[in-house]
T-cell receptor
Framework: QQQVKQSPQSLIVQKGGISIINCAYE??????FPWYQQFPGKGPALLIA?????SEKKEGRFTISFNKSAKQFSLHIMDSQPGDSATYFC??????????FGPGTRLSVLP | GAVVSQHPSRVICKSGTSVKIECRSL??????MFWYRQFPKQSLMLMAT?????????EQGVEKDKFLINHASLTLSTLTVTSAHPEDSSFYIC?????????????FGNGTRLTVT
């Protein structure tokens, strides 16, 4: 129940395209859903996050869509750029508990 | 934004020696810090949770006598890998939270690449 599933494992997108990464969870007690971006040899950096009381959050080219009934959330990267090439982790958090991370998606944006 | 500093970024040590990794929250007080281990092309594996002034809570399968964690202040946690062996070679990442709740997201350090020869 503490698991967060993430797909796809890897993703190749052309420059200017839309990158979409999906995550699903089981535990309805999760109440905070962040996305992290990690470049090789670096620690993950918080990219964007959403709470379950909203269905969408947009920050620049990054949008989180959240479907509470389906227990799914996704990251959309609009106008994908080669500099977006990184590993993306979704996560779920239960107040007072630990963060649970998805297995990650390796995104490659081709120039 | 919140900054977590981790040091050293890379360390090479001989088998049998101990290595200490520091994790500092630079502009906020971190009541809770987390230590992760990450293998190549894999997700983060939580090793332990440390709370300032109390003993760390280790995840199942993590040897607490091998991975010593100290969280002596609200801005510093250390992970000491004792009697390191080649299988301990990995990428270790710390993270810190100023508390729990929506306004206390997790911020990560830049990781430490440990190589045990």
């Amino acid at each position: 129940q503490q698991q967060v599933k993430q797909s796809p494992q890897s993703l190749i997108v052309q420059k200017g395209g839309i990158s979409i990464i999906n995550c699903a969870y089981e535990n309805t007690a999760f109440d905070y859903f962040p996305w992290y971006q990690q470049f090789p040899g670096k620690g993950p950096a918080l990219l964007i996050a959403i709470r379950p009381d909203v269905s969408e959050k947009k920050e620049g080219r990054f949008t989180i869509s959240f479907n509470k009934s389906a227990k799914q959330f996704s990251l959309h990267i609009m106008d994908s750029q080669p500099g977006d090439s990184a590993t993306y982790f979704c996560a779920a958090y239960n107040y007072g508990q630990n963060f649970v991370f998805g297995p990650g998606t390796r995104l490659s944006v081709l120039p | 934004g919140a900054v977590v500093s981790q040091h050293p970024s890379r360390v090479i040590c001989k088998s049998g020696t101990s290595v200490k990794i520091e994790c500092r929250s630079l502009d906020f007080q971190a009541t809770t810090m987390f230590w992760y281990r990450q293998f190549p092309k894999q997700s983060l594996m939580l090793m332990a949770t440390s709370n300032e002034g109390s003993k760390a809570t280790y995840e199942q399968g993590v040897e607490k006598d091998k991975f010593l964690i100290n969280h002596a202040s609200l801005t510093l946690s250390t992970l000491t890998v004792t009697s390191a062996h080649p299988e301990d070679s990995s990428f270790y990442i710390c993270s810190a939270s100023g508390g729990t709740g929506y306004n206390s997201p997790l911020h990560f350090g830049n990781g430490t690449r440990l190589t045990v020869t």
